[in-house]
C-alpha cells in the first residue's frame, strides 16, 4: 500500500482459511487484488459475480476504487473473504447501506469450515473399503 494514500474504509473478511484487508477510496470501480487487477486473479465469472454481489446491492459499482490484500485458502474462500471484506467497508462508509447488506447476508461470516481427516479412515467421512473375508 503507497504512502501518503487515503482511503475513506476499510474491511477486514474471512472465509475458510481465506483472510481479506479491504480498502475503499473514491473512484472508477477499479478492483485490485494482491497488486493485480481482479480479472486476472479471479478468472471465473462466478468468482467475479461473488465479488461484485455487495456493491451491485449498494449500487455502488462504479463508485469506488477497491484495493485489496488476500492471503491463505484457496480462490473460492477468497473471494468470499473479500466479498465480505467489501461488505463491511461499505457499511462502515455509510450506515444507510448496512440494511441492505445485512438482508443479502454480505455482513455475516460464514462459519463453515474444512472437517478434519480422521484417524484408521481416508479422509473425513470416507472410509477404507471394508472387506468380510
Do not use: W
Not at 22 to 43: A, D, H, Q
Not at 61 to 87: F, P, T, V, W
Not at 88 to 103: E, F, T, V, Y
Request: net charge positive; proline share 5%; hydrophobic share 30%.
Amino acid at each position: 500500500m503507497a504512502r501518503g494514500t487515503t482511503y475513506l474504509s476499510m474491511g477486514t473478511g474471512r472465509r475458510k482459511r481465506s483472510v481479506a484487508r479491504v480498502y475503499l477510496k473514491p473512484g472508477t470501480g477499479g478492483i485490485e487484488v494482491n497488486g493485480v487487477p481482479s480479472r486476472e486473479y479471479f478468472k471465473r465469472d462466478v468468482l467475479q459475480m461473488i465479488i461484485e454481489q455487495p456493491l451491485r446491492t449498494t449500487h455502488t459499482l462504479e463508485r469506488y476504487d477497491i484495493k485489496a490484500n488476500i492471503c491463505g485458502g484457496g480462490l473460492s474462500g477468497q473471494a468470499g473473504a473479500l466479498r465480505h471484506g467489501i461488505a463491511r467497508a461499505l457499511a462502515g462508509l455509510d450506515p444507510k447501506h448496512q440494511g441492505p447488506l445485512r438482508q443479502g447476508g454480505f455482513l455475516t461470516r460464514d462459519p463453515r469450515r474444512r472437517e478434519r481427516k480422521k484417524y484408521g479412515q481416508r479422509g473425513a467421512r470416507a472410509r477404507f473399503q471394508f472387506s468380510k473375508r
